[in-house]
DNA sequence: TATTGTTATACTCTATAACTATA
DNA sequence: TATAGTTATAGAGTATAACAATA
């Protein structure tokens, strides 16, 4: 929906344009960031929530990152093969599967946020440490509602 | 590439991530204030553009824009079709076609500048006065470079 | 009858490449 | 030979709906 191409001036005005832009920004470099290993934001993003909710199952996940249901069948089918999670059955219910880090997972999980922080610093380079704090801290109190 | 669904706290801590999802949420509620015009917040960045040099050809919109050629020949069409914008000959080079807003088009971008005004304050409802105009300067910042 | 996970399919969006008419 | 605009097509990404197993 959003260009890749230059942020117009007569657009910076709308600090929601301004939002949407730097946010695809910020996207894009995430994912070229995870594309050496082969994984893209949607399998950050899901690793983080098991690593946080270690054994949920894929219901679980949908509910707690809005991944639909038949795209999360694919994700986990990618971490199991990377050998980043695996689906183990679920102690009292057959139907369910209880989704797990392996320790691979747990590694790559933490060297990533490594990697993610350090993208994180680059992306706000034009701002000084204080600006960056009051940037994030806006940005949550936004986020908040 | 991001879903719909709830921010996971467990992926606050990054302002970049942040960025992305408000940046999300910003587009969707943008194309939905523009969708009972038929509009696309595309169409809306091509108007302003047009406003801002009049007789502009579809190649000095895609350089501006970074909109692609041929996705330009589908919204100056229904810019067209709304009786928005017109193509117009070019004085000297019979291959390029000037654009400009129709008067029709002019008060519609007026319209819809208002609206987007009034959607930003809505967005950043959570802010203070203050602090948005901060939000706003250090994005524009970031945007800077 | 409802729910979990899965598969198959359809749909949207966008980019790529080919075509025309001019230069 | 190169460029502006156009058209047709293919690809990625995602949502929708149908299905099997289990509750």
Redesign the interface.
Known sequence: ????????D???M???????????E??R???ELLDPDGL???HF?VM??I??HPGVSQQGLR?????DASSMVGVIDELELFGLAERRAHPSDRRTRAIFLTDRGTETLTRLRLL??A??RE??S??SES??K???R????????
């Open positions: 929906m959003w260009s890749n191409g230059p942020i117009p007569e657009l910076t709308f600090p929601g344009y301004l939002l949407t832009r730097l946010g695809h910020s996207a470099r995430f994912a893209h934001p949607r993003g983080t929530i690593a946080a509910e707690l990152t809005g991944i993610a922080g993208l994180q992306l706000f034009a701002l600006e960056r009051t940037l994030h806006l940005l949550q109190k936004v986020a908040a509602g």
